[in-house]
């Protein structure tokens, strides 16, 4: 048995012996020392599976309480591991030594590189998996896990933000170049494109559904909100004033104005075919159906005939809207600058000043989106707004430009 080999037997082995004690540290925070516990839990330092934690305390190692909350399914709210570059660099710096030592042929080193990458590639791997499945539970459960509207809400923006992250740094791996970078070793290749590049369309995908649903989340949180406090009010006002009792209105002349606002209840009548004193009203009233049907039916329906004259009918012009005429001209502009982008907004204001500028960029988003007009280049113009989250994207111009020979 090798030297590893050894140290992993004594580290499960003493995971296995004092297993109560590990578990009063991870659930209580902290665990201190006494004159019986001195000596394993210094036992338990030295395999880092506790460090310090004040002048006699010892609390759980930040990886193992991570594994810990990972794997117990802990409502502890999770860091999202969205640095994401640090992890890349690492794997480019073990690649660097395994192409070096595969160069001047050390073979243990070869093999011991090989296994720190896929140790790399797993681990990422892993940790996309984790940082995308969790969100999900919680969002698929509507966080399940807290009961008040306002954790609801300020969980529910952390996790936005937090994947916002996520994706801009799985957008801006760049896995051509490590698939380059491997290119003479077909082993380390097949092993990226498999386990972690294959990986990252799935994860993206994921974490947009995630967001998405999020969002709608959030909307509906914060319509729930209003009706909330509306109800914790009236709640308070019952806990201040416990003999309170709903006035009987009956025998007021008025009532208040905001009943009037009420929504009155829709009732329906019908007749009880099981009551026999309606019997006969209700065999004759199924007559009286049946005669008019009859009726209707014999009746044979006169069919219109339409006059055939021999005189021209006169041909009618129609106009063509102002905003139909103003956009044909839009459009032949740039298709008449070739690589230069004309902006929709300042042909507004010089030929078509009569059209409020928002009406006019809906009119022109709306022929952009036609399929007549795929030659053209769009390029929308957003307004960053940094006040909160409202799920919407102002335009403020349209550029359009038309490549040279695409007329």
Known sequence: MSQAEQSMERLFKALANHSDLIAKAYFNGTIYS???NQRTLNQLKQLKVLVNHGDDGFRVAGRLSQFLDSALSSDR????DTDLSSWIDTLEQQIGLYQDAWREN????????LLEIQRLVFDLADN?????SYPLMLVNSRFANVRTLAEKQKQNTFYIARLEKLMNAISALQPEFLLEYVEEQPELHQLLERQLLRLLPKYQQRLQDILDKLKIFLFEL????????LVQGFAFYLRQNPDYQP??????????????????LTLSAHADPLDHATEQELVEIAQKIRVDSDALLAKQKQRRLNSVTLNPTEKQTLQVPKYRQQLAVYMAKARQQSGRPLSALAFQQIFATDIEPSIWLACVMNECLKQQHKSLQVEWREVNEGSGFTGNKKICDILLSCQAGER
């Open 106 to 113: 050390r073979l243990d080193d070869v093999d011991h590189y």
């Open 222 to 229: 914060r319509q729930i909100e209003v009706r909330a406090q």
């Open 34 to 36: 006494d004159g019986q």
């Open 77 to 80: 709210i999770r860091r999202l």
């Open 247 to 264: 006035l009987d209105w009956s025998e007021h002349d008025q009532i208040p104005d905001h009943w009037n606002r009420i929504q009155p």
């Open 128 to 132: 996309l998996e984790e940082n995308t």
